[in-house]
């Protein structure tokens, strides 16, 4: 059984490729305008870095945030059972899942596998990947670099608006304070860290009795992850490449 599983998000699409549910490959490329156009690119890319030929491919899945116009794939599934499978299948004793993209958070209750309980703030790109990359670029800051300054911070600065064009404002606003470049990106990560535990804490799951799993692009994000068990007061579970977790787990649907 060979199948590929695409996960089209609004930054990046991705795609895994299984063989008899052992991953073969996967690839990562940015989403940009063309949904369609990403995913084939996405598709083409992951069958290419290994010996299977595009007649061996059994099942196609799609998953994500334009996974209904994924022409390749015979079917869709929701990200949050995509992610539930994917993040399991690498991590089985996991009961919860957090997942920052780029345009929106979602917090998972799992049991083998299994979806219990969710959340998702799909209304407002407060405190996901478009978040930083604004806020980031109010700083004059690499997004690749803002993590880090967490670490550098001793004050973290208030930071009271959460909308993406506001809070933009308010850290140039801060900037012109004086308050320490640092400090502002250590109030923008307590801040989303703050969202995402209030999100995980209506679900119950920072009282789950078991490992939470942090996947999607931010969670390459170090001052993030370390903010989040802060906040959670645990220790969170990250794979090798978090942000192929719902490609994963399209691929795994049918397995």
Not at 6 to 19: C, F, N, Q, R
Not at 98 to 111: A, F, M, P, R, T
Not at 171 to 196: F, M
Request: charged share 20%; glycine share 10%; proline share 3%.
């Amino acid at each position: 059984m060979i199948t590929v599983g695409i996960d089209s998000g609004s930054s990046t699409t991705k795609a895994v490729l299984l063989e008899d549910s052992k991953q073969l490959a996967y690839t990562i490329i940015p989403t940009e305008f063309d949904f369609v156009k990403a995913s084939e690119k996405a598709y083409f890319d992951v069958i290419s870095q290994s010996d299977v030929q595009e007649g061996d491919i059994g099942h196609v899945y799609s998953t994500g945030y334009g996974r209904k116009n994924i022409g390749l794939a015979e079917r869709s599934i929701s990200e949050i059972t995509a992610h539930a499978l994917g993040t399991s299948y690498l991590f089985p004793e996991i009961k919860g899942i957090i997942d920052i993209g780029g345009q929106d958070n979602k917090v998972i209750s799992v049991e083998h596998g299994k979806v219990l309980d969710f959340l998702m703030n799909d209304k407002c790109a407060a405190g996901t990947g478009k978040f930083l990359e604004y806020t980031a670029r109010a700083l004059n800051i690499d997004i690749n670099d803002l993590g880090d300054l967490w670490f550098m911070s001793k004050e973290p600065a208030l930071i009271t608006s959460m909308c993406t064009v506001f809070a933009e404002s308010e850290v140039i606003s801060l900037r012109t304070q004086g308050i320490l470049k640092e400090d502002i990106a250590a109030g923008l990560i307590k801040s989303i860290a703050n969202k995402v535990a209030i999100m995980a804490k209506k679900i119950n799951l920072h009282n789950s009795h078991g490992p939470i799993a942090f996947v999607g692009g931010v969670a390459k994000n170090r001052g993030i992850h370390a903010a989040l068990e802060q906040e959670i007061s645990t220790t969170l579970l990250i794979p090798p490449e978090p942000q192929i977790t719902g490609a994963l787990g399209a691929a795994l649907y049918e397995s």
